[in-house]
């Protein structure tokens, strides 16, 4: 990844040995249960990683509760594989997870300094030693639960020794700046070595916490406040999505049916911790502007790529869910996710479907890193320098409890697809119904397509690595007549095509930077059996260029196929 970064910042001939050698530093902020809508409350992050990086305005979490997310984020594999299935014993916790084989492990292999502040996996400090630094990290400074969820109060053991912070509720002790100031320092420390760093930063907000607030609603948790935030959203009223407080949830499961309405006064609750929640949050955008600031002080902001996200979404009365997370509907499981540093193009946005399950192989794709698990996700980095790339997936969802899982699914570009243990499924058509408000589970006239996707989900659940990944069965060929081509798309999955655009990449000359990915297209086609003649537009003869057939199908899905060819002499 590093000489395709260098590749596309210069040209060959100016490009130095040591630089195409260089390895980032890498920093990954994550929140706690936060909404991609909530991103509104924090312009700092937008404007300093989104428009100066990209962002990924369809990330998802395979497992929307807190550990599982985490420890896909320190493995790259889904739920299944890393074991860790509830925030607790038995299936899940921080002793759950096989510490020996995962991110930090491989990241000092390959050379970093890695290094940890704030939360992690629920349960640590609780159902291990409190005073257990985690094998693979340089420098510790993880929260001991349960004082995690205190914003004041809160122990840290501090690579070995533990400490307790903010106990009388000093306005400076507040969480989130002291992870902040805490990540300034490490930066500050370690940016004199010309060795790499990776370094976590886990905040609480807007996840719910001590103290309790004299404005807190009644039986509803909210966040604690920086008291220079207090208020600052009391004016803003809950956005109400059309699935808030569903009218008519006869198509759902039982669970769900058996859910009563959302009074009014349970509503105003609702929306009083909805506007501590976003305050909770202009903290958390303070600290990503003073880390980037800590990072530029020490001269490694150009040279650290730096990854925002949250461990899962969060429900805000959608579906009559007043709270919580752990369901396979969009605001349990859509995430913010922004990316900026080195061979990440400023204001680049991508719509293709990502998932946590990316987050690892794009930091072992940045440090050349290499796993000791396989990895279910693949790189950003190939979207960032493919635009139009469609990798044909689909996205495993899972769920559970303390008991292990309890509901799987899969989420295309239209359909998403729920099987529960109960014996209960859902099927939503997310283009027609984003909000997943009728289930069409049992329309006869789906059932071919309701079969499908169930064969697909029953291979998910038991996916590892490539098979994770699985595309359409679908292939590219490209037959030459005389001085001209004509392409076809063909395969065991070619009745489902509903439109290809065929597509052509010339190859650039030798010595000039190439452009990212840049094609033009060439003929498009939206009737069986998908076959055209491709134009050659600007392709010199004799030269090579890129065929490329971006396949839609009726099933949800989107794939690219890409074939290498040269035009003929004459």
Same mark, same amino acid.
């Given at each position: 990844?590093?000489?395709?970064?260098?590749?596309?910042?210069?040209?060959?001939?100016?490009?130095?040995?040591?630089?195409?050698?260089?390895?980032?530093?890498?920093?990954?902020?994550?929140?706690?249960?936060?909404?991609?809508?909530?991103?509104?409350?924090?312009?700092?992050?937008?404007?300093?990683?989104?428009?100066?990086?990209?962002?990924?305005?369809?990330s998802f979490a395979s497992y929307a509760l807190c550990c599982p997310s985490r420890a896909t984020l320190y493995t790259g594999q889904y739920a299944h594989n890393h074991g860790v299935l509830s925030n607790g014993p038995p299936a899940g916790g921080y002793t759950r997870m096989d510490r020996s084989n995962w991110l930090p492990v491989w990241l000092q292999a390959a050379g970093y300094r890695t290094m940890h502040v704030g939360k992690f996996l629920n349960g640590y400090g609780r159902l291990s030693l409190p005073t257990e630094v985690p094998q693979g990290f340089s420098d510790w400074h993880g929260t001991i639960d349960p004082s995690t969820y205190s914003?004041?109060?809160?122990?840290?053991?501090?690579?070995?020794?533990?400490?307790?912070?903010?106990?009388?509720?000093? &306005?400076?002790?507040?969480?989130?700046?002291?992870?902040? #100031?805490?990540a300034n320092e490490l930066i500050a420390a370690a940016a004199p070595s #010309?060795?790499?760093?990776?370094?976590?930063?886990?905040?609480?907000? =807007?996840?719910?916490?001590?103290?309790?607030?004299?404005?807190?609603?009644?039986?509803?948790?909210? &966040?604690a406040v920086a008291p220079r935030h207090a208020n600052a959203f009391s004016s803003v009223a809950? &956005?109400? *999505?059309?699935?808030?407080?569903?009218?008519?949830?006869?198509?759902? =499961?039982? *669970?769900?049916?058996?859910?009563?309405?959302?009074?009014?006064?349970?509503?105003?609750?609702?929306?009083?911790?909805?506007q501590q929640r976003l305050e909770s949050l202009l903290a958390v955008d303070d600290a990503v502007e003073s880390i980037l600031g800590a990072l530029r002080a020490a001269g490694e902001l150009d040279d650290t790529l730096i990854l925002f996200t949250s461990d899962n979404g969060f429900f805000h009365g959608e579906h009559r869910v007043p709270t919580g997370k752990l369901l396979a509907y969009e605001p349990s499981i859509r995430l913010p996710l922004y990316m900026r540093g080195p061979g990440v193009p400023a204001g680049a946005v991508r719509r293709q479907l990502v998932t946590n399950a990316d987050l690892a192989p794009t930091i072992l794709d940045a440090a050349d890193a290499r796993p000791g698990r396989p990895q279910d996700g693949r790189s950003l980095f190939d979207l960032l320098e493919d635009p139009g790339a469609q990798w044909g997936r689909e996205l495993l969802i899972e769920g559970g409890t303390d008991q292990g899982l309890t509901f799987t699914g899969l989420r295309n570009y239209r359909w998403?697809?729920?099987?529960?243990?109960?014996?209960?499924?859902?099927?939503?058509?997310?283009?027609?119904? =984003?909000?997943?408000?009728?289930?069409?589970?049992?329309? &006869?006239?789906?059932?071919?397509?309701?079969?499908?996707?169930?064969?697909?989900?029953?291979?998910?659940?038991?996916?590892?690595?490539?098979?994770?990944?699985?595309? =359409?069965l679908l292939r590219l060929d490209a037959a030459r007549r005389q001085c001209r081509f004509v392409a076809a798309v063909r395969g065991a999955d070619a009745r489902q095509v509903e439109r290809v655009d065929f597509l052509i990449r010339r190859r650039p000359r030798l010595g000039v930077a190439p452009q990212i990915a840049s094609f033009r297209r060439s003929a498009a086609d939206a009737t069986a059996p998908f076959r055209k003649p491709v134009r050659l537009g600007g392709v010199l003869p004799g030269r090579r260029f890129l065929l490329r057939a971006k396949v839609r199908l009726?099933?949800?899905?989107?794939?690219?196929?890409?074939? #290498?060819?040269r035009a003929c002499d004459a």
């Open positions: 990844m590093r000489a395709r970064i260098a590749l596309a910042a210069v040209t060959l001939l100016a490009l130095a040995p040591a630089a195409a050698e260089a390895k980032p530093n890498i920093v990954v902020l994550m929140t706690d249960d936060q909404t991609v809508t909530s991103m509104y409350a924090m312009p700092k992050t937008r404007e300093l990683l989104g428009d100066r990086g990209a962002t990924f305005t369809r914003f004041y109060g809160y122990t840290v053991n501090e690579n070995g020794t533990l400490r307790t912070y903010g106990a009388a509720g000093e &306005p400076e002790f507040y969480s989130t700046d002291f992870f902040a #100031r805490r #010309r060795q790499p760093f990776f370094m976590s930063v886990a905040f609480v907000a =807007p996840h719910t916490g001590l103290p309790a607030e004299p404005d807190d609603p009644r039986g509803h948790a909210t &966040p809950l &956005p109400l *999505a059309p699935s808030w407080n569903e009218a008519d949830v006869s198509d759902k =499961p039982v *669970a769900i049916q058996r859910r009563p309405p959302i009074s009014a006064a349970r509503a105003a609750a609702i929306q009083e911790g909805y998403k697809y729920i099987e529960h243990t109960s014996g209960e499924v859902e099927l939503y058509d997310l283009e027609r119904d =984003p909000d997943e408000l009728v289930s069409l589970h049992a329309d &006869p006239a789906l059932a071919e397509l309701r079969g499908n996707m169930a064969t697909r989900l029953a291979a998910l659940r038991a996916c590892v690595a490539r098979g994770c990944r699985a595309r =359409p009726g099933d949800g899905r989107s794939v690219t196929i890409d074939e #290498r060819r």
